[in-house]
């Protein structure tokens, strides 16, 4: 039987439910496409969980509100309730940071992510956080150089002639210079210092997790704290920082995604919210784009392209396929990505086939490739009365990394194959 205060799910999905954690914190658990649940919360945990993205808290009267899902994963915790959000098909938090390593503007990765697996995320997140750390700085923090500018009286380093004339005309000193030094306050510090802080600010974490955390951060109280808001440091991956790389991987998601404010009572707050669909896209064009650099030509992610032929800029109607390869400067296959195809959300497959239809048509491309979040097989669809071909694609993302690399090299080698068939085949026509 479903809990009393579950709405019930739609038929294959899981329910969401509600606990109490060790700590005494109510403990609610959703699925992303799960119908919600009426639960009670306090007017600041549900204020904090409007406002973290995660999820929509409707009162309803009585204490009571309808808590349903917005399309984005993760946990926010307060100090009376956590809600987590979790991926569809259940997907662990490996498997979550593993596609967030890939996320935004950090690249390509051939080393991904590791976490310990836990029920709950904050636990998982910390305690990962914490092993991770521990071995990096088994052998003592890290040193590197760090150019540094001054204004001193006596020449250190370099003098910048352009600053000491623009600063100060006609004065001898104090002197504007620039020097190396060796030290701990490098960017590989600063980063980890700054997700050790925001994970030890969590409410509820464990207190030995919690003692660990601060006994790591204090090994790095030389370095600077980085401004709340401020962007991360850039930092260069290569053999002297070889032991920082995995807790650099996590810490970067941790403060990419995650917020903590430290208070007294109700005001301590946390949440780890993440888009998925984004995640999704920007995971699959990473690694597509990686697995078609072994062929000709070039893919250009997130390309525009006009739909119509407009008199005037108001008239203009475009498109904005996820990735697009060229040969020779023209388009030869478009490909979209749907971590949430239509049929997830009740709505008709139609919906993605009319978009990629479009796509083909404004490019003049044969071939478009639905990539989409699940289990399946490969399927093509021939549109009628055209020469456009939709091929959907599943992307299973419970397998295990390398194995998920593997399809993505085994959908960039069906493509390649099909655009030079296509060739073959329009050579043979016009001949």
């Known amino acids: 039987m479903l809990p009393a ?15 109490k954690t060790p700590t005494g914190v109510r403990h609610i658990l959703m699925d992303e496409l799960s119908r919600g649940v009426v639960d009670k919360l306090d007017p600041e945990s549900a204020a904090f969980i409007n406002a973290s993205g995660l999820a929509k808290a409707s009162p309803m009267g009585m204490g009571l509100y309808r808590i349903e899902p917005v399309g984005k994963v993760g946990s926010v915790r307060t100090a009376a309730v956590q809600l987590e959000v979790r991926p569809k098909g259940r ?22 992510v590791e976490a310990t697996e836990h029920p709950d995320l904050w636990s998982a997140l910390a305690q990962s956080l914490a092993q991770l750390a521990e071995k990096a700085l088994n052998r003592g923090v890290l040193q590197g150089y760090l150019t540094i500018d001054e204004s001193l009286r ?27 030094e060796f030290t701990e306050d490098i960017a590989e510090n600063r980063i980890l210092r700054a997700a050790l802080d925001r994970m030890s600010k969590v409410p509820g974490v464990r207190a030995d997790v919690l003692s660990r955390l601060r ?18 440091p850039p930092w260069q991956a290569n053999r002297m920082n070889l032991r920082y790389h995995a807790v650099l991987r996590l810490a970067e998601v941790i403060l990419r ?22 995640v999704f896209q920007e995971f699959v064009g990473a690694a597509l784009r990686h697995a078609m650099g072994r062929h000709p030509g070039e893919m250009r992610l997130q390309y525009g392209a006009l739909l119509n032929e407009a ?22 296959v478009v ?28 490019l003049r491309v044969p071939t478009a490739w639905l990539v989409y979040a699940g289990t399946g097989e ?31 090299e085994d959908l960039g080698e069906q493509s390649w194959g099909e655009v030079v068939r296509q060739a073959v085949a329009g050579r043979g026509a016009s001949g």
Request: hydrophobic share 40%.
């Open 154 to 180: 006596t020449v250190k380093g370099r003098i910048r002639i352009s600053d000491q004339i623009s600063r100060r005309p006609g004065m001898l000193v104090p002197l504007e210079v620039s020097y190396d």
């Open 5 to 19: 205060n579950a709405i019930p799910p739609r038929p294959g999905r899981a329910p969401a439910s509600a606990a």
């Open 91 to 112: 997907l662990g938090l490996n498997r979550l940071l593993f596609l967030l390593s890939f996320a935004g503007d950090q690249g390509f990765r051939d080393h991904t």
């Open 215 to 232: 006994q790591l951060k204090g090994k790095l109280d030389a370095v600077t704290r980085l401004k709340p808001g401020a962007p991360l």
């Open 378 to 408: 490969v399927k093509l669809r021939r549109i009628l009365n055209t020469d456009i071909d939709i091929i959907e694609y599943p992307l299973d993302l419970s397998l295990p990394p390398a194995e998920i690399l593997a399809a993505v």
């Open 257 to 278: 995604n995650a917020s903590a404010e430290a208070g007294e009572g109700k005001q301590q707050s946390a949440s780890f919210v993440v888009d998925m669909g984004q």
């Open 335 to 362: 490909y979209d990505f749907k971590y949430t195809a239509a049929g997830d959300t009740g709505a008709s497959l139609n919906a993605d086939h009319y978009q990629l239809l479009a796509y083909c048509t404004a």
């Open 311 to 332: 008199v005037q800029d108001t008239d203009r109607l475009t498109v904005r396929p996820d990735a697009v390869h060229f040969l020779g400067g023209q388009p030869v």
